[in-house]
């Protein structure tokens, strides 16, 4: 990533179309990557962290949302769905359609009422 990087600059150095402006659009994304693999990896590390939980039966029903995120990260995304919420956990890597994934089920009275494991 950051030979890609380079050698953009260096051709748009070479061919004399640096400009300050361009340069500072380079930087950006170099910048957008980063924070991209940084968000990527923390997707990961809270869907380990969730997965070692439920191996370990750790998340019992009946806890709520409240005491739940004192421990563990919050999710990716959030769906409602009628009366309960399905929280999503995924690896930084998977997509939406392929890959592990970890589902909270949440009741409306905000209460852990089920956890799956995708695979």
Do not use: H
């Not at 991209?36 to 809270?46: D, G, H």
């Not at 070692?52 to 995304?77: C, H, N, R, T, W």
């Amino acid at each position: 990533m950051k030979l890609i990087f380079l050698g953009m600059v260096l051709l748009i150095f070479f061919t004399g179309c640096v400009n300050l402006s361009s340069l500072k659009a380079l930087i950006e994304l170099g910048k957008s990557d980063k924070l991209k693999e940084k968000v990527l990896k923390e997707e990961t590390e809270n869907f380990l962290r969730i997965k070692e939980a439920i191996e370990k039966e750790e998340l019992k029903k009946g806890l709520s949302k409240e005491e739940f995120l004192k421990d563990y990260p919050p999710p990716v995304v959030v769906i409602p769905e009628g009366n309960q919420e399905r929280w999503v956990y995924k690896r930084g890597e998977s997509d939406w359609f392929g890959g592990e994934k970890i589902y909270l089920f949440f009741d409306n009275q905000d209460k852990l009422v089920n956890c799956k494991l995708k695979e």
